[in-house]
């Protein structure tokens, strides 16, 4: 997460299999309209819930950029509940805890930090991008 200092970062885990798979679509569009003012947004894939992403990184970055013109980067698949969570997600979750407390409930939770590397806001799977986007404005413009 370093390579992200000073940048304002939305972590949405992603499954390319899923009832909110679409969000892809607004999250690229997000990621192009601010990326010059210093928005990044970073998917990882998780196979968790509902085994939704089983395909390999190349099929996961295939889809990705085949049907929904992502752009933004796309990483190895982790995990984000349980021992096995990625570090990044540990931290997210202990830090916004949701409606389940220390775990994330579906794909597509999103998490918003701010340039200084705290998190600011969680958002359920059901919250679409462009539902974000007032929060997206005020973490960049401080």
Request: aromatic share 12%; with cysteine.
């Amino acid at each position: 997460m370093a390579d992200y200092a000073g940048k304002v970062v939305l972590v949405v885990n992603t499954a390319s299999h899923c009832g909110f798979t679409p969000q892809y679509r607004g999250l690229e569009t997000l990621y192009k309209k601010y990326a010059a003012q210093g928005l990044m947004v970073l998917g990882f894939p998780c196979n968790q819930f509902g085994k939704q992403e089983p395909g390999g990184a190349d099929e996961i970055t295939q889809t990705c950029q085949i049907n929904y013109g992502v752009t933004f980067p796309i990483f190895e698949k982790v995990e984000v509940n349980g021992s096995a969570a990625h570090p990044v997600f540990r931290y997210l979750k202990k830090e916004l805890p949701g409606v389940l407390g220390g775990r994330i409930k579906w794909n597509f939770t999103k998490f918003l930090i701010g340039r200084d590397g705290k998190p600011l806001k969680r958002f359920a799977p059901t919250t679409t991008p462009e539902k974000m986007e007032a929060a997206i404005l005020a973490a960049l413009a401080n």
